[in-house]
């Protein structure tokens, strides 16, 4: 049985003294130590109304759940702030099994300066913890400004934006002649059925682990309804799933691949890790997953040049609609910090000017992205559609119902009759919604 780590990994990070690291690669994220341009437009605060760098002084500390940055990254980005604030300092601390144990500390109060705030705070205790942040003068320049936010107050800002698309492998592309990126979804499956003529899978499923199957749950459904906040909308009807709907329409193109073979040989002897070396090598062509898993494929075995990204093409009209997500980290201030404008000016350095977003997509939309997969995916000029947080009515109901998003899609797939399948979910909707 895996230990919990409880105690919390911390370094101290003082002024001067601190070599420069090199940065290192985390499953989810990875963060680079190299600036990023800082954009140079703000709104909500004037420039005269920031202290100057002299001004901010006093030491704080940031809690993460990124244990794999202490001791290198963390080390770079310490001693970057210093360098611009002299006076001040951070000390960066980290701890697995995050939402738990900062959720502990939450309520002990004793918590940090700065941290990621869990998943498990509701929006409603914001204030019961944080300090607003719409005095940093980034509201008008965020991606989900409303995200974390109370009574038309921002609390916390995502550090970054996660986007799904289609992974590629530009060589298996290259060698199926493949020579125009898909935008359609017919066009999609020619592309998949030359990939299939070479002896490539066109697409990683990973159908046996589950949870990638996610996009075919949400993402794309969203996408064809035009609607972030189309999840919680299935608390106004008694039949969500129907095979006509977003949610048929989606997963009837995954059946589709599997009908005709552009998924693994075996879906039910899938196996996740195989998957990364099997698209780096070009067993694999694509994945419809995350940008998250760039990196990942990357440190795998192949070149970044030999990976691409693209929006995944839903429909034969061209649409273009692309779900953005706030990333798992999002920052937060104690409101009772004794160095406040230390820990304000540490939170927008961090979005601003460290790297930390280097890559995702930038929360800030006047920022450019940095990883090259997604100035290619920016090139195909998507429409972005930022997806509503899960209301707890939606929340409630689903737990009451027992539904397991991903469970839909293996279940819609394998079916004789996936209509069936839908049926059997909106009997025990609307049961649960009585």
């Not at 901010?56 to 980005?77: A, V």
Request: proline content about 6%; overall charge negative; hydrophobic content about 35%.
């Amino acid at each position: 049985m895996k230990k919990k780590l409880t105690a919390a990994l911390s370094l101290a990070l003082l002024a001067g003294g601190l070599a420069a690291c090199g940065s290192t690669s985390n499953n989810t994220s990875s963060s680079s130590p190299s600036a990023s341009a800082s954009a140079t437009s703000e709104s909500g605060a004037s420039a005269s109304s920031e202290p100057s760098a002299s001004d901010i002084s006093g030491t704080i500390t940031y809690l993460s759940n990124r244990t794999d940055l202490i001791g290198n990254t963390y080390d770079e980005y310490a001693k970057r702030f210093h360098e611009k604030y002299p006076n001040a300092q951070v000390k960066f601390e980290a701890v697995t099994d995050y939402d738990k144990t900062a959720k502990i500390r939450l309520t002990s109060g004793e918590y940090p300066d700065v941290m990621n705030i869990p998943g498990n705070v509701s929006n409603s205790d914001l204030a019961t913890y944080y300090a607003p942040l719409d005095d940093l003068g980034l509201n008008d320049r965020l991606r989900f400004k409303d995200n974390r936010s109370l009574d038309g107050k921002v609390y916390g800002i995502a550090s970054g934006v996660d986007i799904v698309g289609i992974v590629y492998n530009k060589k298996a592309f290259a060698d199926a002649g493949i020579t125009e990126i898909p935008t359609t979804l017919d066009a999609f499956y020619a592309a998949a059925e030359k990939l299939k003529a070479k002896g490539v899978v066109p697409l990683a499923s990973n159908f046996k682990d589950q949870w990638p199957l996610y996009p075919f749950s949400k993402e794309v459904p969203i996408a064809i309804a035009n609607d972030g906040n189309f999840y919680n909308e299935r608390v106004d009807s008694d039949t969500p799933y129907t095979m006509d709907g977003p949610f048929g329409q989606s997963m009837s193109i995954i059946r589709t691949m599997y009908e005709k073979g552009y998924l693994e040989p075996d879906v039910n002897s899938t196996n996740w890790e195989q998957s990364k070396k099997d698209i780096a090598s070009g067993k694999v062509a694509m994945y419809f997953l995350g940008q998250w898993v760039i990196p990942q494929v990357i440190d795998t075995g192949t070149p970044s040049e030999n990976v691409g990204f693209f929006p995944f093409p839903y429909d034969n009209a061209g649409g273009k609609n692309v779900v953005l997500s706030p990333g798992a980290g999002v920052y937060g201030i104690n409101k009772n910090s004794k160095n406040l404008e230390v820990a304000k000016a540490f939170v927008k350095w961090m979005i601003e000017e460290s790297g930390a977003d280097s890559d995702v997509l930038p929360i800030l939309k006047d920022k450019q992205p940095t990883l090259p997969q997604l100035v290619e995916f920016e090139s195909y000029k998507p429409n972005y559609i930022e997806l509503v947080t899960d209301t707890a009515q939606a929340v409630d109901l689903t737990n009451k119902a027992q539904i397991t998003k991903e469970a839909i899609v293996q279940e819609f797939i394998l079916a004789k009759d996936p209509a069936s399948v839908f049926a059997s979910y909106n009997k025990t909707w609307a049961k649960v919604k009585k």
